[in-house]
């Protein structure tokens, strides 16, 4: 099946400093990727879709100066995480859909843990 | 907005069934999916279910949809302690790609 990847699986770092994660569709195009976010024990909150070539959109509520996030090609998207605090602390997980699969299927990276200090 | 639920949590007995249930309120949900997530993990799709469809069988799954009550379910036969792990359903209304979760059942099998 389709992979997915994201890294790193995990970062620690210092409140103030920014922190990007990688999102790469290994064996196909990912035409579309979308970056959620989760709380424990709660379900996925989608921040924003990104097209290749796009600009993103963000969900109500999702600051898009806070959590940039660039799509430049059909294999890699990046969230980076500016001026980080510890209440971005979470769970980040991509998706992404395009060439492979069926019916709107996503394929899901492993997450990237975020802890701000 | 749409909105997903599912009951928090679900304990059986390894061999037993395991039935996990969810609701959705939108009623142009075309396709429905069933994605599991081990701790820790991403999450994995098990199967989905186009809204035309009543019941879709996988091996241990079997997928029933009431669309008139807006009411999906996931059976697993024989459950096993490998399948200790958090259920979303999700859904999806087509074109946009936009696939809305439900809150997540954690399944727990006691052997």
């Known amino acids: 099946g389709a992979v997915v990847s994201q890294h790193p699986s995990w970062v620690i770092c210092k409140s103030g400093t920014s922190v990007k994660i990688e999102c790469r569709s290994l064996d196909f195009q990912a035409t579309t990727m979308f970056w959620y976010r989760q709380f424990p024990k709660q379900s996925l909150m989608l921040m924003a879709t990104s097209n290749e070539g796009s600009k993103a959109t963000y969900e109500q509520g999702v600051e898009k100066d806070k959590f940039l996030i660039n799509h430049a090609s059909l294999t890699l998207s990046t969230l980076t995480v500016t001026s980080a605090h510890p209440e971005d602390s979470s769970f980040y997980i991509c998706?992404?859909?395009?060439?492979?699969?069926?019916?709107?299927?996503?394929?899901f990276g492993p997450g990237t843990r975020l802890t701000v200090l | 907005g749409e909105d997903v639920e599912q009951s928090l949590f679900l304990s059986v007995r390894e061999g037993d069934s395991s039935v996990i249930n969810c609701t959705y309120t939108?009623?142009?949900?075309?396709?429905l999916y069933w994605y599991k997530q081990e701790p820790g993990a991403g999450l994995q799709l098990l199967t989905y279910i186009f809204s035309n469809m009543d019941m879709k069988q996988d091996q241990r799954l079997t997928v029933l949809l009431n669309k008139k009550d807006k009411h999906l379910s996931l059976r697993i036969a024989d459950t096993q302690t490998g399948d200790s792990a958090i259920y979303f359903c999700a859904e999806n209304s087509g074109g946009y790609q936009k696939v809305t979760f439900g809150t997540g059942t954690k399944l727990q099998v006691i052997p």
């Open positions: 998706s992404a859909s395009g060439t492979s699969g069926k019916y709107n299927e996503q394929f």
């Open positions: 939108d009623s142009s949900s075309t396709y």
